[in-house]
Each structure stands twice: as C-alpha cells, then as structure tokens.
C-alpha cells in the first residue's frame, strides 16, 4: 500500500497551480484534502508524477454571498460547509449533505472541489449540486468558464472537467422564501457512502408542492435529476399517503447499479423510499 514515488509541489495561489498543471501535464494531478486520491495511489489506480498541493491557498477556502448566490471555495471542507451558518441558511443542501459525509476525520480534510472532481456516483454533494441548480466554476489554460451541475457530471468517475482545469468554486442561488430542503441517505455501513441519496427541494403553497427539484445519487452511474418524480410532485398535497403514491415511479427508465450489497431492485425500492423521506423532510423545513 505504498504510492510509486512523486514530486510534492506547494503553489501560493491558483495561477501558480495551473502553470504547474501545463508545466506537467499528463503527469500531474491536482492534490485537495486526498481522500479520494491518496487512497488510489496507494493502491496504483493512479501514479501521478507530480502532486499539486492546492488545499491551503486561501482564496480557494471562501464561503460568501455573491450577490443572490453563495459562493463557496473548491477547497472549502465538508467540515467548513457543515459548519457555515451562510450555507445552512442559503444553501442548506450542501450543509446538508456535508454533514453526513464518512466521518470527522473525512469531513475535517476532504473538499468540495475534490468530491466534485472525483465524480464518484455514490458521494453525496452531486445530488445536492443538481438539486440546488448550482454551477461550477472552473479556471484552466483558456481562462474561466462556469458549468452547470447539470452538464458537469458525465458518467462514472467522469466530469465536463478539461485537462489542465481547476475547480475554483460551486456557487448556489440562496434558496427562496416557501421552499424547504433536504438531503437523506442509506448509507453503506462499512464506507458510508451512499447506497441511495436524495436531495429534494419542495416549494410549498397552501400544504401542496408548487414545484420540486429532485436529485439521486448513489443508485446509478452518476448523479441525476428525475424530471419525471418532479412532475409527479406538482400539485401534490404534502402529505405521507399523495407523497407515497407521487413517488412511485423514482428513478422510472433509469438503469440502476449492482452490487453484492444491492441489486437493482434494492436500490429502486430505496429510491421510492428515501424519495419519500427527503420530499416530506424538505416540506416541513420551507
Ligand atoms: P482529493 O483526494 O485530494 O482529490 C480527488 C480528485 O479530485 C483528484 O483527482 C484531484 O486531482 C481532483 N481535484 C481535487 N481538487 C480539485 C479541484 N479544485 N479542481 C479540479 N480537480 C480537483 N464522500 C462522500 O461524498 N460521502 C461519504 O460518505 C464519504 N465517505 C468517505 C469515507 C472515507 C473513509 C474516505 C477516505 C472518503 C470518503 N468520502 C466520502 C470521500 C471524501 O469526501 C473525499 O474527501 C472526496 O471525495 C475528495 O475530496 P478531496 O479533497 O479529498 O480530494
């Protein structure tokens, strides 16, 4: 469990990274809190050359309000956004989410940047990004450009990022007055990473839901917005018995993963489920 050998470098700042970044190429890989990497290289799934250590540059750790929006940086941790009044406030998914990632250790070093680069299907910020409608903003040789959660997750372990990109930072539109949040997970028991996530924003008016945004994680390749459980929801009255019924076509026309832990079937039914959940929890807190 030893990584080939590597050179550590230390930038001050992000422009100094991504000179790194072009400097070595192919050979380098950007270096956040090392909880996904780390772990790869230890088992040679990955041997960069070179390590680009960019979780001390300061202005990559901001959380703030930029105009509607929040704005937090790539190398916040999920210890940082848990504990962000701003965030639990604006952008409660992300607090949310945060606050069940694995465990202190975890969430004390692992960044956002970093969960979100790594694209893993079973982390929980994806969910929460799509979800909340969030962007993500990126600085790479060809200058800045944003991305929508929704075109950033492309399949397993894949994202929209480009060679030689950094993730700088995710920015969310404050959640609207009426509408409540909430993300819930079946965690596996041994990793806690999610066998199923569900992310739900629920507009509410009158006890009905106005609009939702719905998000998964965990049961397929990447993260998804289910535009069909979303429209189920419109109208619904909000509560335990209409939700149950609205929610029995989650995740219709997805092909779901498989694992020895949960087949298909499994995780079609904790969709249902934890559709429910989140649905019911996120209408309670609008
Ligand atoms: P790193 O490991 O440093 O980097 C990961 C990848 O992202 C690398 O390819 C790196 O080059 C790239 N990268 C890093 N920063 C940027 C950037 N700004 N721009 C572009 N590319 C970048 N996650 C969950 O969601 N839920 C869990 O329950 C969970 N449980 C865990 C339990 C354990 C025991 C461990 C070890 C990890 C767990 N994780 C979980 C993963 C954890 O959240 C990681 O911290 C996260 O996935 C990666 O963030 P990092 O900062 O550690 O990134």
Same mark, same amino acid.
């Given at each position: ?71 937090? *940086? ?53 969910? !929460? ?10 600085? *790479? ?7 929508? /959660?929704?075109?950033?997750?492309? $399949?397993? +372990? ?6 030689? $990109? ?7 539109? /404050?959640?609207? /007055?009426?509408? &409540?949040?909430?993300?819930?997970? +079946? ?19 009158? &006890? ?7 998000? +998964?994680? &965990? ?33 219709? &026309?997805?092909?779901?993963? $498989?694992?020895? +832990? ?8 904790? /969709? ?8 019911? !929890? ?5």
């Amino acid at each position: 469990m030893i990584p080939s050998s590597f050179e550590y470098h230390r930038p001050a700042s992000v422009n100094e990274a991504l000179s790194l970044l072009q400097e070595y190429g192919d050979d380098a890989s950007l270096l956040a809190g090392g909880h996904s990497l780390l772990p790869a290289m230890k088992l040679r799934l990955s041997t960069p050359e070179h390590l680009v250590d960019i979780g001390h540059i300061d202005d990559l750790r901001q959380i703030r309000q930029d105009g509607d929006d929040v704005s937090i *940086g790539a190398a916040a941790t999920h210890h940082d956004i848990e504990s962000s009044d701003l965030v639990a406030s604006s952008a409660p998914l992300l607090a949310q989410s945060a606050s069940v990632i694995g465990d202190v250790q975890v969430r004390n070093a692992g960044t956002i940047g970093g969960s979100l680069a790594h694209a893993d299907p079973a982390a929980d910020y994806p969910a !929460a990004m799509l979800a909340s409608d969030g962007t993500v903003e990126v600085l *790479g040789p060809d200058g800045a450009r944003s991305i929508a /959660a929704a075109d950033f997750f492309v $399949e397993l +372990f894949a994202t929209a990022l480009e060679p030689g $990109e950094i993730i700088t930072a995710l920015r969310v539109p /404050a959640v609207a /007055a009426g509408t &409540g949040t909430a993300y819930l997970k +079946f965690p596996h028991p041994a990793s806690r990473f999610a066998v199923c996530g569900c992310a739900a924003a629920i507009t509410v008016s009158d &006890g009905k839901c106005l609009s939702a945004r719905i998000a +998964f994680n &965990g049961i397929a390749s990447t993260a998804f917005r289910d535009a069909g459980l979303e429209s189920a929801l419109a109208g619904v009255s909000l509560d335990e018995d209409s939700v149950r019924t609205a929610v029995s076509g989650a995740a219709a &026309g997805q092909e779901l993963l $498989e694992d020895s +832990f949960a087949g298909e079937d499994f995780r079609r039914q904790l /969709a249902r489920v934890y559709a429910r959940r989140a649905v019911l !929890a996120a209408a309670a807190n609008a």
